[in-house]
């Protein structure tokens, strides 16, 4: 029954993602808060027109909740399912092939039935709408078989500033049993996986300033110290000649795990050549004495992910520049708190600065790294439902990426979560050209309601 109102719908469940997509709804760019308004209220709709009852846009200080729930039986599991409509900025621009927010189907090599190239097609639109198009298959045919709550918010990208206070405003109103979270990755559409694991994230930017203004590089080369020059030397003096973190304190509280854990985690199929080949890359890179499954998935990293300053215009200017900056992001394994490195961060960053130039912190964000249990009723049904639709048992993963919210959930509403995700890792998420197969997306929506099934026979 299910499996014929999705082949019926199919065509138009796939409209409905492309009008999502279409709505560029950056939370980190205030010039789009029309869209992200835009944004909430089109989920809002789509979640009552499918049946959710009690819809709501939740005001909150920054980008808005949306809020919908069926309680079926108070006496059933009720599931929470979260996501995000919020995405990341599509910059830079000329690197996409189509544009950002004109979704259209391309078939690759991955994915031979084609995929939706668009900004948030896998992060994390076509996957939280998966869960309103399951939820309305349900509905139409009558086989929801748990209660269901949805909280879909506008802030991941920029670190949930305001979901921790709904939390704890709404815990009456979010009871539940389990969260359900499909914001994850799986090995490969012939090789299903949960993420049992998701690394913590503390993430900076850094300011260098030397003289107070602008200098002719002629004229003061040499003598006053270039903060770009500066900049690029103390973040290069963050790792070692092994790769290892220079920090000191950074590795203290890290969890370490033991070679039968090591030797489970790479029971998942890899292939480094494919994995090179897929990056254009001629090696990998990273921490000495760890493969490139546990540098992603158990070991803590310390990357740069933007710097700037100085003349950056069409042709020449000899400037020796006042300022520069970066952004800095460290992801974090069990046991390390996202405070505590961000402190560590900056007492050595200030420390290693030399006299001829002052130095500033500032914190962004940052989130708890998490560990979930394989034998839950939770993670059995979600293990049973993907076996059911893939054919195959999947492999429990460590995922490299981080949601912070899992840990929020956890401390504020006393939920463990499952991270049953559809997409794949090279996707090309926060990436121009940022896709999701259509088998995925129709395959979550096929599986999902199977996880309905087997958490209500817990």
């Not at 989920?43 to 200080?61: M, N, P, R, Y």
């Not at 770009?228 to 590795?251: E, Q, V």
């Not at 790479?266 to 292939?271: L, Q, T, V």
Request: glycine letters at 8%.
């Amino acid at each position: 029954m299910q499996n014929q109102y999705l082949n019926e719908n199919k065509d138009r469940f796939l409209t409905e993602l492309f009008e999502l997509l279409r709505i560029p709804s950056i939370s980190a760019d205030s010039a789009y808060k029309k869209d992200i308004i835009s944004a909430a209220q089109y989920i809002s709709e789509k979640l009552t027109k499918a049946g959710a009852d009690k819809v709501e846009i939740c005001e909150t200080a920054g980008n808005p909740i949306v809020y919908g729930e069926k309680i079926i039986d108070p006496s059933l599991p009720t599931v929470l399912v979260y996501g995000h409509y919020d995405v990341q900025p599509a910059v830079p621009l000329e690197l996409w092939d189509t544009p950002p927010f004109e979704p259209t189907i391309r078939k690759t090599s991955v994915h031979p039935d084609g995929a939706i190239f668009a900004r948030g097609a896998c992060d994390d639109k076509g996957q939280v709408y998966m869960h309103v198009k399951a939820f309305e298959m349900m509905m139409a045919t009558q086989t929801l078989s748990c209660n269901v709550k949805f909280m879909i918010e506008g802030e991941e990208e920029v670190g949930s500033t305001n979901l921790g206070p709904f939390c704890i405003a709404n815990k009456e109103r979010l009871k539940a049993d389990v969260v359900l979270i499909s914001d994850t990755s799986i090995i490969g559409n012939d090789s299903p996986s949960i993420d049992c694991g998701l690394r913590g994230l503390s993430y900076v930017e850094v300011e260098v300033t030397g003289p107070n203004r602008d200098l002719h590089s002629g004229v003061y080369g040499g003598a006053v110290a270039n903060p770009i020059n500066i900049l690029a030397k103390m973040i290069a003096s963050m790792h070692d000649g092994n790769n290892h973190i220079t920090i000191p304190g950074f590795y203290d509280a890290v969890q370490e795990l033991s070679m039968a854990e090591r030797d489970a985690l790479n029971e998942a199929p890899f292939d480094l050549e494919a994995y090179k080949k897929d990056l254009a890359i001629n090696d990998i890179w990273g921490e000495q004495g760890y493969n490139v499954l546990e540098r992603t998935g158990i070991r803590p990293t310390l990357d740069c992910n933007g710097i700037w300053g100085g003349y950056i215009g069409e042709g020449a200017k000899t400037v020796l520049p006042s300022k520069a900056f970066a952004k800095i992001s460290m992801r974090l394994v069990p046991n390390q708190v996202s405070h505590d490195i961000t402190e560590l961060f900056q007492k050595h960053f200030e420390s290693i600065a030399p006299a001829g130039v002052k130095v500033v912190v500032k914190p962004h964000h940052g989130g708890e790294p998490v560990v979930t249990p394989i034998d839950s009723p939770a993670y059995l049904a979600a293990e049973k439902a993907m076996e059911t639709t893939f054919g195959k048992k999947p492999i429990p993963t460590r995922g490299g990426g981080s949601i912070p919210i899992v840990a929020l959930f956890e401390r504020e509403l006393g939920l463990k979560s499952v991270l049953m995700g559809f997409g794949l890792d090279s996707d090309a998420l926060h990436s121009p050209n940022e896709h999701y197969g259509l088998f995925n997306y129709y395959k979550g929506i096929e599986t999902i309601p199977f996880f309905y099934k087997y958490f209500a026979q817990k």
